[in-house]
C-alpha cells in the first residue's frame, strides 16, 4: 500500500483543502485493502487508491462533491 500521509502533510501544511477518502471494510475480491486511502484537492490533485475503475471514479465525483459543500 502506497504511504500518501507524507505528501499529504505537505499539501496541509500548504493550506490546501483536502477530501480524504479510507477502505474501511471489504469482502470478496476488492482490489484494495482496508486502510488504503486516496486524497484530493479542488483542483483533482489525487494521491493513493481506494480502488479501481468506476468505483474510483465515483469516490472522486462524492470527494469533489464535499470539497464544494
Given amino acids: 500500500m502506497l504511504d500518501i500521509f507524507s505528501e499529504l502533510d505537505e499539501w496541509?501544511?500548504?493550506g490546501?483543502?483536502?477530501a480524504l477518502?479510507?477502505?474501511t471494510y471489504t469482502w470478496g475480491s476488492a482490489p484494495r485493502l482496508v486502510g488504503a486511502a486516496?486524497?484530493?484537492t479542488p483542483d483533482m490533485e489525487m494521491l493513493?487508491?481506494?480502488s479501481g475503475g468506476c468505483v474510483e471514479g465515483d469516490v472522486?465525483?462524492?470527494a469533489q462533491e464535499v470539497l464544494r459543500t
Fill in 48 to 50: 493513493g487508491s481506494v
Fill in 12 to 14: 496541509v501544511s500548504a
Fill in 16 to 18: 490546501k483543502e483536502v
Fill in 38 to 40: 486516496l486524497a484530493t
Fill in 60 to 62: 472522486l465525483r462524492k
Fill in 21 to 23: 477518502a479510507t477502505v
